[in-house]
């Protein structure tokens, strides 16, 4: 996630400086056209601005329209890892509370008690690490992480998740959940079988009731892990994403025909057609950029949800609910990038 206010102009030509050059030699080409058909054959190759202009109108809408629902999917991914963070809390909160060692069974040690509270907050923690590396893998459909710097790319393979998640879960279990097909939803699995032991064992550590409780925080983790699986595993409507840019294009092929024939009526200004059309097309082609950047918001690009910095925020959060003082430092913006 981009975090400056303005973006800086280094990041902007990473994205535009092609575009920019194609449209000066193509509006260059459309505007030597127009001379040598006028002088040689006094024949008038412009385009008059009214269906030009209808055009235009016509993609800006539509390009428009692509944007909103592009943003609508980022800002949902955002709202839904908004909820992962405070069922994190919850989770946190009332696995401190509920696990205790004044048991209607008898009293439990007091370092059995705070070795089970451990094991169920970082097996959480490993629960949002996977599913963010599972997140971040790259789709066909995915945008190439074109102006992120090489040093804030961040591993998919399950060999780095396993050197990631190694701290919050045991050997075996990490490599029992990292063998199948969805390592998060394992997890969440795991959590539950945990907890139905701590309520059959004696004596138990936590009773029914609250037993409910907490295996209502996983449902809600599982609803919260299919809605980020379900805007990952569907692509933004491809009818919509291809014809916008579709459409961009024709308009700004056509774009210096309109322009010139505009110029040529008002004198010797006929090559301020090229100035122009690059203005326009840039603006154009922007507006299709950003949506296109925008539709896919795990897929670790610059303007994705920042869910490396959200799992650091939680696992702070959770490691000083349980007393702990080795904690990571706040995730901080990198070359103004927030992952």
Known sequence: ????????????????????????????????IFLYFQQYYQFDVSMP????????????????????????????????????VNVSRSWGNQIITFVSAATADGSAN?????ETRRKLVYRHLAWITALRYQLRRKTPWGFEPKGLPKKLVQPTDIEALKRQ??????????????????????????????????????????????FIALMDLITE???????????KNTPFPRQYAYFSTVFVWIFNILLPFGIVGEFANRGNFIWLTVPLTVVISWIFFTMETIGDTSEDPFENFLNDVPMTALCTTIEIDLKQMLGETDTPEPAAPTNDILM
């Open 1 to 32: 996630m981009y975090t400056r206010r303005n973006i800086r102009w280094g990041i902007i030509l990473k994205f535009a400086w092609w575009q920019i050059l194609l449209f000066i030699v193509w509006s260059t080409i459309a505007t030597a």
């Open 49 to 84: 601005l009214a269906p030009l202009g209808t055009i235009g109108v016509a993609v800006a809408f539509y390009v428009g329209f692509k944007n909103n629902q592009s943003y609508d999917r980022f800002w949902e991914a955002r709202k839904i890892w908004g909820g992962i």
């Open 110 to 114: 007091e370092n059995e008690v705070h």
């Open 165 to 210: 998640a190694t701290e919050f879960l045991s050997e075996n279990e990490l490599t029992v959940v990292c063998s199948t097909q969805n390592a998060a939803t394992q997890i969440l699995r795991r959590q539950g079988e945990h907890l139905r032991k701590l309520i059959e064992e004696k004596p138990r550590l936590i009773e029914e009731f609250r």
């Open 221 to 231: 983790m599982y609803a919260l892990q299919g809605k980020c699986e379900r805007i």
